[in-house]
């Protein structure tokens, strides 16, 4: 099938739209990060940088540490930005630019996202590392994509049930990880953890200033969640997009964070630069040992 320009849209110089990208910029290992100063905290540790490029929130640094060549990108925030980073990535592997058709060998990228997030479990500790073996997403995300992700559907509805969701909201889906990606990460230091994914900061995440929200005490709510031995254990705003969209697109992907808050307890990590930096460094170390 021939893309359309309208579809497959490129810049001047035959580059992705958004990140501004070519097909020979990008490495198959990709860390993501949120923000885009954090994208010089994690190539800082790189031996070599061979690209720098960017647009609008949308930064890249491409190079070699150990021998390993690695590409970290920032997304910005919320699944609204990783359905744009996650489809022009793919497509920089999987497209033929030229022809704009799809290659008959696709490529599968490994994904690693390192973020941060907040606790709702009061037993998770401030500057501790989680990762993500499930996510609900509240997004909607997956829902605008032909999917079939029907696992977890039993418990998507004991969800709906348990937390009496309103049919007004999207309905929640439920995602895994990469188990064979992940196992790369198993590590005493990192706990697994079901991560919940919504769109905004405030409201989205059970935080009144000024307006309140439709959900009383929504992040007791979340906790209070069981099915079987899960219960979530965290909030943030792109893991349950990253592990869609990686999914239906033949990608692997795990989702890292840094718990610098906890919502159960109050409180904030006292020195939340160090705890990223640390788990940085840990994840490149894994990457390019494995």
Same mark, same amino acid.
């Given at each position: 099938m021939h893309l359309r320009p309208s579809e497959l849209i490129l810049n001047e110089d035959g580059s992705i739209y958004h990140l501004n990208l070519l097909p020979e910029d990008i490495a198959d290992t990709i860390i993501t990060v949120g923000d885009p100063d954090r994208v010089s905290q994690v190539s800082n540790f790189f031996d070599t940088i061979e690209v720098k490029k960017g647009k609008r929130e949308f930064l890249t640094h491409t190079g070699h540490l150990n021998g390993k060549r690695l590409c970290v990108i920032s997304t910005g925030i919320g699944t609204d930005n990783i359905d +744009?980073? =996650?489809? %022009?990535?793919?497509? =920089?592997?999987?497209?033929?630019? &030229?022809?704009?058709?799809?290659?008959k060998n696709r490529i599968r990228l490994k994904i690693v996202r390192i973020g941060t997030s907040g606790a709702i479990q009061p037993e998770i500790s401030i500057d501790s590392w989680l990762m993500s073996e =499930?996510? +609900?997403?509240?997004?909607? =995300?997956?829902?605008?994509?032909?999917?079939? !992700?029907? !696992?977890?559907?039993?418990? %998507?509805? %004991?969800?709906? &049930?348990? #937390? !009496?969701?309103?049919t007004k909201k999207a309905r929640p889906y439920i995602i895994d990880f990469d188990s064979n990606l992940g196992e790369l990460f198993t590590d005493n230091r990192i706990r697994l953890g079901f991560t919940a994914t919504n769109t905004g900061f405030y409201g989205p995440q059970g935080r009144t200033l000024r307006?309140?929200?439709? +959900?009383?005490?929504? #992040? &007791?709510?979340?906790?209070?969640?069981?099915?079987g031995n899960h219960q979530i254990t965290n909030l943030e705003m792109e893991t349950s997009g990253i592990y869609a969209l990686a999914k239906l697109l033949g990608h692997q992907a795990v989702s890292l964070n840094c718990i610098l808050a906890n919502r159960a307890t109050g409180e904030f990590s006292k020195s939340p630069s160090i705890a990223i930096e640390n788990l940085i460094e840990f994840t490149l170390n894994t990457l390019t040992s494995s």
């Open positions: +744009i980073v =996650l489809n %022009e990535l793919d497509a =920089l592997v999987n497209i033929d630019f &030229n022809t704009r058709t799809v290659t =499930l996510a +609900i997403g509240f997004d909607g =995300l997956l829902h605008f994509y032909q999917h079939g !992700q029907d !696992q977890h559907s039993a418990m %998507e509805d %004991e969800f709906m &049930n348990q #937390t !009496q969701w309103s307006i309140p929200s439709s +959900i009383n005490d929504f #992040t &007791n709510t979340l906790a209070h969640f069981r099915y």
